[in-house]
């Protein structure tokens, strides 16, 4: 239920906010107007249902980028810190790296709680491992915690909060969303509160429209035109940058657009990253690797893309083949044998996929198959787990081809476009497994997947990127 610009507001609560936000000696930004209505919603008298429970307050807070979301969750997370009730708050992230990384909510609250600005008597103790945690003087406590898949919803078991503050909501398991609701105390007087920060595009977005954009919960959009502390024409003209999806979540703040087949990219973006031979045969290459899709239930091809990163930064599939007998090994062992010897082939990344034929499992790829290369060149080979949604996996590599990052071989013209082949798979990828059933499944886009991603995980490009002449 979207939330206007303006609330009323008690003269209790005005007394809150200035105590608690105002004169709080651990919250060092003061909130902009819109984002003290999250704020005043997050502490409002609980509610009782029509069949006598009470319900923790929940808000769901963002649209597009910049809005402050990090700041107004740091405001959230430490406004009863320094008050002598038992409190302890939760802050989520998806994954440990965001959760703790340079301006997150984690890093915020570091310096405000624990900087030498403090006074001795109530600076507090920080500690990052193994839960990461921020604790005042008194007692009061925030802890860190990271929800990458549904089963870590355990780890709320045997815990309680007053308060969760969910960055990023849209990204963290919609199984992990539902769940701590189980976790919120109620042995204190300070009003419990789940806190939703969030852009739209992530796994949970679906949820978040129903129950808070769609539904009855508040939901306040809050994005970088309400944030007056930036410089709006700069931002915009930065988000202007950004493919078509990322306009509609970061830009517009869409929490209604879905992706559809064709969103990703268009076909004179795919041919115009070509690169002819002669232009990058005499460059030096700094890394290669090779990403590999086996054939399995319900695929027909066996696929290996081969990726060069290039002394002048630029990345390109160089080679590729596509296999669909049942018996690839050779076809796999011939394109591996030729990158090793000529340009020392680094590594090889194997799809690892639950119902995958067991007899291209990993360790027979390794044993049986390619074992006189590993033993004779040292390259490296490893099993890769398959994000769930191919639409997802896709992205990244859509979005490095718009921005000239990857190229294509064009002696691989004929392959690339023909029926079925990548160009198309890029075409009709889609985020609605309905659709992807009509359809070829994108093996040849799953192994330039891997081959990407073995590039960004791998390798550190101290290169500065310059223009080839085509």
Request: aromatic content about 10%; glycine content about 6%.
């Amino acid at each position: 239920m979207l939330i206007e610009n303006k609330i009323s507001i008690t003269n209790k609560e005005q007394l809150l906010l200035q105590k608690t936000i105002i004169e709080n000696p651990y919250c060092l930004y003061k909130p902009y107007p819109k984002q003290l209505i999250p704020i005043i919603l997050a502490n409002r008298e609980e509610k009782y249902a029509e069949d006598g429970t009470k319900k923790p307050n929940a808000v769901l807070a963002g649209a597009g980028g910049y809005g402050g979301k990090t700041y107004l969750g740091s405001m959230l997370s430490v406004q009863y810190l320094h008050k002598d009730e038992d409190y302890t708050c939760l802050v989520t992230r998806r994954n440990h790296a965001e959760l703790v990384d340079t301006n997150s909510i984690w890093d915020n609250l570091v310096d405000w709680c624990c900087g030498t600005h403090l006074p001795e008597d109530i600076c507090c103790d920080f500690k990052q491992s193994p839960i990461p945690q921020i604790t005042a003087p008194n007692g009061n406590t925030i802890y860190f915690k990271a929800f990458d898949h549904d089963e870590k919803k355990q780890k709320f078991k045997s815990a309680s909060y007053d308060r969760i503050v969910n960055d990023e909501a849209s990204e963290l398991p919609e199984a992990v969303l539902r769940f701590q609701y189980r976790s919120m105390r109620n042995t204190t007087q300070i009003p419990r509160s789940i806190i939703n920060l969030s852009n739209p595009g992530g796994d949970s977005t679906e949820y978040l429209v129903k129950e808070f954009v769609d539904g009855l919960k508040p939901y306040i959009a809050l994005d970088w035109r309400d944030n007056p502390h930036i410089d709006k024409a700069a931002y915009e003209g930065s988000l202007n940058e950004l493919d078509y999806i990322d306009q509609q979540y970061q830009k517009y703040g869409n929490w209604h657009y879905r992706p559809t087949a064709g969103d990703l990219i268009n076909r004179d973006q795919l041919v115009n990253a070509y690169i002819d031979v002669e232009d990058y045969v005499e460059r030096e290459v700094l890394f290669c690797t090779m990403g590999i899709d086996t054939a399995g239930t319900g695929r027909d091809n066996t696929v290996a893309m081969n990726l060069i990163r290039l002394d002048n930064g630029l990345t390109v599939l160089n080679d590729l083949s596509i296999d669909g007998s049942a018996y690839p090994e050779d076809s796999v062992y011939n394109i591996i044998e030729k990158q090793i010897l000529e340009n020392n082939l680094y590594n090889v990344d194997f799809e690892e996929e639950p119902g995958g034929d067991s007899v291209y499992a990993l360790r027979y790829w390794v044993d049986d198959v390619l074992s006189d290369l590993i033993e004779k060149y040292s390259i490296d080979v490893n099993g890769v787990s398959a994000i769930k949604s191919k639409y997802t996996r896709a992205r990244p590599i859509a979005k490095a081809i718009i921005k000239g990052e990857l190229k294509f071989s064009s002696h691989l013209k004929e392959q690339l476009e023909r029926k079925d082949g990548l160009f198309d798979q890029f075409m009709y990828v889609s985020p609605n497994p309905e659709e992807m059933k009509k359809h070829k499944s994108p093996d040849e886009l799953d192994a330039l997947g891997y081959a990407w991603n073995s590039i960004l995980t791998n390798f550190v490009n101290t290169v500065e990127l310059e223009l080839i002449e085509l």
